[in-house]
């Protein structure tokens, strides 16, 4: 886990899976302890494609995956198994 200005993020698979409604995200109880998430995480793609989501924990969601929209997904141009960096928002 790498610390950026004090904010701890760790590169994780994003997958479209139906049942995720736009904006939202989904992710395993133990990474959002463990990334200090509260409720948005960041998404990075390569530097470059950036969103942010609001976060429901569902411990269904495999640890080292973030499961989203698929639709918002495609719209933003992050395919299904794309590799993210996933942080709290930096303020």
């Not at 200090?36 to 989501?53: M, P, Y």
């Not at 976060?55 to 973030?66: G, H, Q, T």
């Amino acid at each position: 886990m790498k610390l950026l200005s004090g904010v701890p993020e760790k590169r994780l698979r994003i997958r479209r899976v139906d049942g995720v409604e736009n904006g939202m995200a989904k992710m395993n109880s133990a990474m959002v302890k463990q990334l200090q998430i509260s409720d948005k995480i960041e998404v990075v793609i390569a530097g470059k494609r950036k969103c942010i989501l609001t976060v429901l924990v569902d411990d269904n969601v495999p640890e080292r995956e973030v499961w989203a929209n698929p639709t918002q997904m495609a719209s933003l141009g992050i395919a299904d198994n794309s590799i993210a960096t996933i942080r709290r928002p930096i303020r």
